[in-house]
């Protein structure tokens, strides 16, 4: 059966955003379902997505290979996007990146063997006054990571935890500051 | 500090509209936004002539807030009259360059100014369409967003005849994928018609055949709301803040080692020091330089003269830099220049799109390579000239200004700390990187 099969309302949804001559804009809405219900995108599915849009599989491979979100290969339930760039990096994104591998035994393109783990470096997730910064899979972001804090969100995913149902402790950032006389983090 | 124009977000004649809703409970629900007086701007636009809309934020003075200062209400003027075609208005909210993150707020908590602004920008250049291109990590942006805009139709505020006036206006949001290059204006129309990213030829500009070939005028986020109140409040009003060429307000952020980090909405001309003492709360530990204005700006040393700085388009650029988006990064005194150098340099070459020689093989090949040479102590003499060179080669000779981008800070660096690259290479030494993270 194919993935978008049963999905005929939402691709109908879809299809009603852009104009007849702009089908081919479904591309990247359509990876991402997939992305969201199977974890990766696998070449049966990027032909079905292309059969769909009236393009060739090596056309929906090559929109996908773009973008760093799309994985070709399957990734660990909890996808681990660290930020890399300088501000994180400012504040020692490297190590942060240096512990996940440490305590996951895992590095990039690798999953762990209870499927629950995968990291990727990532650019500038745009929270860099909240600085190191992660995302998990496609949640809002965690924000201000220190030591204490990675090893909870570890802990809560490990348990199987939603990453909303978690608690962080420490400071947790999404601070906008008003006033310069209002407190820190 | 009555008289004169306001430069300093101490005036009491300063008011803040832009973040004036962001981070109070429920801020990004309608009834929120209409309690504190939403909507009225654009049922006053749509009592007005298009063209006056368009005149009116010509006279404000409101330079485009997405990194390039171009003149808000002159793009609007480019766009044909009459044409009988779909006309498109969209919006970039692909921030990414490192250092902002202005845009995701105003998406999160107030995501109804935004929907107004872009329901008042396709007023006036008679697009009945407008698509948010929002950056596909702002998860949180995105729900919220939807949501609003979920409430707005179910209001009659967006869709058909908007407010008993004959305007229709739909709205759309594109979610990308990781790719710093959508930002492009013309990368983010073929992202968004479902191609790879990569940038377009100019001209034909997008006034004249834009997304799908239609005539589309694309604007930042905080540029788009900015009009919101230029309408409400007026172009004087508007004008009345700033500094003769850079006008009104502007959102400012900070990050690095201070103590209050975070997105400061400011008259245009505020210093540095006002920014990063008096709002910012001062450094946490020794600064060696700032970036203005995120990543592609050239750093500036810490000290009084660049303290002193106004913070607006004319003044950056007599000191050699940039305001870009008025992201501000603190550079540590002891973290090496050139690290902070080759991290950025790592970012461009990452996001080259791959299609022009001096980009691929200049940032992501040669500068990449070079700078992870010197900063690994395999520098050798001459290098510091190599890099100059190549320098010289990419800028202004690529295809979309990525690359230029990418030169930009390497050449302001090299300006000001070039004896901290010349330590490297004569010393043969590894930059010496601290731990930083607790
Ligand atoms: C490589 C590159 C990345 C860009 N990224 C962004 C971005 O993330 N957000 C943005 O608003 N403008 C970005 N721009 C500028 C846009 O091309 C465009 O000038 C801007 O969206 C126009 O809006 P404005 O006139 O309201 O500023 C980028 C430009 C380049 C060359
Ligand atoms: S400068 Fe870089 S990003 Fe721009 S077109 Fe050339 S390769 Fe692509
Ligand atoms: S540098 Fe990490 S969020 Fe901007």
Known sequence: MGFFDDKQDWLAEVFSMYPPEGRRSAVMPMLRKVQEHEGYISPERQQEIARILGTTATEVAGVMSFYSYFQALPAGKNHIQVCATLSCALAGSDELWDELVQSLGITRGEVTPDSLFSIQKVECLGSCHTAPVIQVNDEPYVECVTKVRLRALLEGLRAGKKLSEISLPGKSGHVVHERGDEASI | ?438
């Open chain 2, 1 to 438: 500090m009555s008289e004169g124009p306001i430069v300093s977000g101490k005036d009491p004649r300063f008011v803040r509209t832009l973040y004036a809703q962001v981070g109070k409970p429920s801020s990004w629900t309608l009834d929120a936004y209409l309690a504190s007086g939403g909507y009225q701007a654009i049922k006053k636009a749509l009592q007005m002539a298009p063209d006056a809309v368009i005149d009116e934020v010509k006279k404000s003075g409101l330079r485009g807030r997405g990194g390039a200062g171009f003149p808000t209400g002159l793009k609007w003027s480019f766009m044909p009259k009459n044409t009988g075609r779909q006309h498109y208005i969209v919006c970039n909210a692909d921030e990414s360059e490192p250092g902002s993150f202005k845009d995701r707020y105003l998406m999160e908590d107030d995501p109804h100014q935004l929907i107004e602004g872009m329901a008042i920008a396709g007023y006036a250049i008679a697009a009945t369409k407008g698509y948010i291109y929002i950056r596909g990590e702002y998860r949180r942006a995105y729900d919220r967003l939807m949501a609003a805009i979920k409430e707005a139709y179910e209001k009659g505020y967006l869709g058909k005849n908007l407010f008993g006036s004959n305007f229709h206006f739909d709205l759309y949001v594109h979610r990308g994928a990781g790719a710093y290059i959508c930002g492009e204006e013309t990368a983010l129309m073929n992202s968004l018609e479902g191609l790879r990213a990569n940038p377009r030829l100019k001209p034909p500009f997008p006034a004249q055949a834009g997304l799908w070939g239609m005539p589309s005028t694309i604007n930042n986020v905080e540029s788009l709301c900015s009009a919101v109140h230029i309408i409400q409040r007026g172009a004087d009003w508007f004008a009345s803040m700033g500094t003769e060429k850079s006008k009104g307000h502007k959102l400012y952020q900070v990050s690095g080692p201070f103590k209050r980090t975070g997105v400061f909405e400011l008259p245009m001309g505020t210093t540095f020091r006002e920014l990063l003492y008096d709002w910012a709360g001062g450094p946490t530990e020794e600064i060696q330089a700032i970036i203005p204005g995120g990543s592609s700006c050239p750093p500036l040393p810490w000290n009084d003269e660049t303290l002193d700085t106004s913070m607006d388009y004319e003044s950056l650029a007599a000191k050699g830099s940039l305001l870009g988006t008025g992201g501000v990064i603190g550079i540590p005194a002891s973290v090496s220049m050139v690290d902070a150098m080759r991290n950025i340099t790592r970012f461009y070459g990452h996001e080259s799109c791959g299609k022009c020689t001096p980009c691929r093989e200049g940032v992501s090949g040669w500068m990449v390579d070079l700078f992870e040479k010197i900063t690994t102590g395999q520098g050798e003499k001459g290098d510091v000239e190599v890099l100059e060179n190549l320098l010289n080669q990419i800028e202004g000779r690529s295809f979309c200004a990525l690359a230029d981008a990418a030169c930009w800070p390497v050449r302001g660096s090299l300006k000001h700390f070039r004896d901290q690259y010349v330590d490297l290479v004569e010393q043969k030494k590894a930059v010496n990187r601290t731990q930083r993270w607790s």
